[in-house]
C-alpha cells in the first residue's frame, strides 16, 4: 500500500515531501555582493550541474531573496562547497539578514578575493566555482539560475593525483526537515560501458 499525495489537492504540501525525498543534497554556498558592493553568503540546496560542455551549474531561489537579486545585478556569484567544518556556519547563514546586512561578516566567517570574478569566495571551504551568470527561468514562485563556470578552485590539500576526492572535501547535504547529511559513506564500482560488460 501507498499513501497517494496529489500535488493539486490543497490540504497537499508538496514542497517538505519534495525536500524529503529528493535526497541527499549539494549545498550551494553561494557568495556574492549587490550593485553596491555589500556581500552576501547565504545556502541554496536546490543545486546541480546544468551542463558539462560548457560547464554550467545551477541552483534555484525558492523566492527572489537577497542571493538572487545580487546576481541579476551584477551577473556574478561563487558557489562554495559546503564542508562539514563549516556545517554550523553553512547553517547559520541560512537565517533571514536584512540586505544591508553581510552575512559573512557578521558570522565571522573568514572570505577571500576569487580568481576572476568580483565576489570573495569562502577561504575555509575546500573548493570553489565561480561563476557568471547565463540565464534565469520563472518557475512559479521560484528562480532557477543557471551559472557559467568560469573557474574552478580547489584546495591542495582535497586533491589526490590531481582529482578531489570525496574523504578530503567531506561535503555535507540537506535532507528534510531540519536535518543534514554528513559525509557519506562511498562505495566504488565500475560503471558498465556497454550491456556485454554487465556480471
Known amino acids: 500500500m501507498r499513501t ?13 515531501l519534495l525536500t524529503a525525498l529528493v535526497v541527499p543534497r549539494p549545498i550551494a554556498w553561494i557568495s556574492s555582493l549587490s550593485a553596491d558592493g555589500i556581500g552576501n553568503l547565504a ?19 525558492v523566492g527572489h531573496k537577497d542571493t538572487l537579486a545580487n ?3 551584477t551577473r556574478e556569484f561563487v558557489v562554495n562547497i559546503a564542508s562539514l567544518p563549516q556545517l554550523e556556519l553553512v547553517n547559520n547563514s541560512s537565517a533571514a539578514f536584512a540586505p544591508e546586512e553581510d552575512e559573512a561578516s557578521l558570522l565571522d566567517i573568514a572570505m577571500e578575493p576569487s580568481e576572476h570574478v568580483a565576489p570573495p569566495r569562502v577561504a575555509g571551504s575546500p573548493a570553489s566555482l ?6 534565469t527561468i520563472e518557475l512559479g ?4 539560475v543557471l551559472g557559467s563556470v568560469v573557474a574552478i578552485t580547489v584546495d591542495e590539500s582535497v586533491l589526490v593525483d590531481g582529482h578531489p576526492e570525496i574523504d578530503r572535501l567531506r561535503p555535507v547535504a540537506r535532507l528534510g526537515r531540519n536535518e543534514w547529511g554528513l559525509p557519506p559513506e562511498v562505495y566504488s564500482t565500475p560503471r558498465p560501458l556497454k550491456p556485454e560488460d554487465i556480471d
Open 71 to 73: 546576481v541579476l545585478a
Open 4 to 16: 497517494v499525495f496529489r500535488t493539486d489537492d490543497p490540504q497537499v504540501k508538496p514542497y517538505p
Open 43 to 61: 545556502p541554496h540546496s536546490f543545486f546541480s550541474v546544468a551542463c558539462a560542455r560548457p560547464p554550467i551549474v545551477s541552483w534555484t531561489s
Open 141 to 144: 514562485d521560484s528562480v532557477l
Open 130 to 135: 565561480e561563476c557568471t551568470l547565463h540565464s
